[in-house]
Structure formats: structure tokens, C-alpha cells
């Protein structure tokens, strides 16, 4: 007879959680707010999309209204969210890690993104957040993600204006663009 104990490198199929059955265990009260405020979110915005008037058919046609896509959205992500909350409920996750610095530079830039945006212009906005996410997200090649920077936004920019034939808010770059 063998005295060796468990093996120390099997995986644990509680997840971390020691002693717990999947009967006791049960989300936190974070697990269940943030799906209620996205639904809340899905709601306001359904509201408001709702307000929107309806567009004369010489210019939609028998396309969408502009409401349509807004609503269809929301039912989107209210549909997500309820198999994100479903799955909360059968297999709460165990203890979290720490976010990483990356996620909380994330929004910050998307707070940077916004004020360039809308004191400079949208196509340098987004030259500046995604050479910066590029970077930050590990990226060690600034050459390639100086590239990517340049590339992406001029290309969205193109196929707006010559395709969608959609024209970008006036800026810096959109009114050298535009003359």
C-alpha cells in the first residue's frame, strides 16, 4: 500500500474554491449588478431610440429607420447578457485576479480618445489611441504599430467617404482630407 497523498500536480476541478459543491456555491453581488446595469443600459437606450423620428422613405427607402439599429443592438446585448448571467448562475467564478494596469490604461485612453476626438479630430484620435493600445498591449515592434496606426484609420476613412460616401465630423486631418 502506497502512503502518497494527492497528487500535487492534478488539477483541481473546484477551481480554487476548496470544499465547495456546485449546490453552496453562488455569485457574488458584483456577478448580478453589472448584468443589471446593462440591462438597465439596454433599457434607456431602447427608450431613446424610440424617440427617434421616422425617417421619410425618399431617403431610407425600404430600409432601416433609424431606431432599427439601436433597438436591434440592445436586443443583442440583452440577449448576451442573459446567457453571461445564466452561465454566473451555473458555474460561479471563483476568486479573481487583480485587473491588470493594461485594462485601466484601456480606459483611460478611451477617455483621451473622446477629447481628441472632440477638440482636434476623430481620424487622429484614432492614429493616437491605436498606436497606443498597440504598444500598450505589447506590441514591441513601434514600427509595425506606428503602421497599423496610420493605416486603419486612413483606410476607414476611405471607405466612408468613397464607398459609404459618409463624410467624418471636420478636424485637423478631415479638412486637409476634404479640400
Same mark, same amino acid.
Given at each position: ?9 492534478? #488539477?483541481?476541478?473546484?477551481?480554487? %474554491? ?14 448580478? /449588478? ?9 433599457? #434607456? ?6 424617440? @427617434?423620428? *421616422? ?9 432601416? !429607420?433609424?431606431?432599427? @439599429?439601436?433597438?436591434?443592438?440592445? &436586443?443583442? #446585448? ?10 454566473? @448562475? ?8 487583480? $485587473?491588470?494596469? !493594461? ?24 492614429? &493616437? ?30 471607405? @466612408?467617404?468613397? $464607398?459609404?460616401?459618409? %463624410?467624418?465630423? %471636420?478636424?485637423? /486631418?478631415?479638412?486637409?482630407?476634404? *479640400?
Amino acid at each position: 500500500m502506497s502512503n502518497a497523498g494527492p497528487d500535487k500536480n492534478a #488539477v483541481d476541478p473546484s477551481g480554487g %474554491r476548496q470544499n465547495v459543491t456546485p449546490q453552496t456555491t453562488r455569485p457574488n453581488l458584483s456577478d448580478i /449588478i453589472l448584468p443589471g446595469l446593462i440591462y438597465a443600459f439596454c433599457i #434607456v437606450i431602447s427608450l431613446l431610440a424610440m424617440t @427617434f423620428e *421616422k425617417a421619410p422613405d425618399i431617403f431610407v427607402g425600404k430600409g432601416m !429607420q433609424p431606431r432599427s @439599429f439601436p433597438l436591434f443592438l440592445m &436586443v443583442l #446585448v440583452a440577449i448576451l447578457n442573459t446567457i453571461l448571467l445564466r452561465q454566473t @448562475f451555473r458555474n460561479p467564478p471563483g476568486k479573481r485576479n487583480a $485587473v491588470p494596469y !493594461q485594462t485601466w490604461l484601456t480606459m483611460a485612453l478611451m477617455v483621451l480618445f473622446f477629447l481628441i476626438t472632440t477638440y482636434a479630430d476623430m481620424i487622429l484620435a484614432l492614429m &493616437v489611441i491605436i498606436f497606443s493600445m498597440a504598444l500598450l498591449w505589447g506590441e514591441r515592434r513601434i514600427w509595425l504599430a506606428l503602421l497599423l496606426a496610420v493605416v486603419t484609420p486612413t483606410t476607414i476613412l476611405l471607405f @466612408f467617404d468613397l $464607398v459609404l460616401e459618409v %463624410r467624418f465630423p %471636420r478636424g485637423w /486631418i478631415t479638412n486637409l482630407y476634404y *479640400k
